[in-house]
């Protein structure tokens, strides 16, 4: 049998702007549904888990250096480093989350220090689930922008704003 005609489906695809995935959630973030509930919740266990799994290696190199008696400067400088790069890595994904970057070279000149402070980005992640996937409300601002636009251009008249009347006098 075939599928019925749809004046939206040509060549068997939905016309008109798609949602764009997001990683581990793929496109469920629209209509939340296809597991999206425990999607979320299994991401939120893996970045804690990852966080937490990150710390103890962290504490290990730290106890590496103490074994190899650098002294207590490059001990403190070591744990400030991390502190400060996870700090900045926390603040750029959850700033990520919410608004494009204005700048993409600047942005892509900190993956290193990102990279650095992953934890602070496994911690972003973590507590933005808890609200929603992660870049849910950018990607469905952005695709209900798109929606719209692409609804005016088809010339759809509940989506052309109404014709004011002009004003007696």
Known sequence: MSEPEHPE??????????????????TTWVDHDNGYGLRRVGTAIG????AV???????FAYEGLQLSD????????VVVMFAICSALAFRKTWDAFSTR?????????????KAIGFIGSLLAYFLRTFTEAPGEA?????????????????????T??????????
């Open 9 to 26: 489906n040509k060549g068997g695809s939905a016309a008109g702007p798609r949602p764009e995935p997001i990683r581990f959630f793929g």
């Open 47 to 50: 970045s804690l888990v990852a």
């Open 53 to 59: 799994a990150a710390c103890f290696v962290l504490r």
């Open 70 to 77: 650098t002294g207590s400067f490059v001990n403190v400088l």
């Open 101 to 113: 970057p204005a700048d993409p070279e600047a942005d892509r000149s900190l993956q290193g220090l």
């Open 138 to 158: 950018l990607h469905r601002k952005e695709y209900e922008a798109a929606r719209a636009q692409y609804a005016r251009r088809r010339g759809n008249p509940s």
């Open 160 to 169: 052309k704003p109404p014709k004011k009347k002009p004003k007696r006098k």
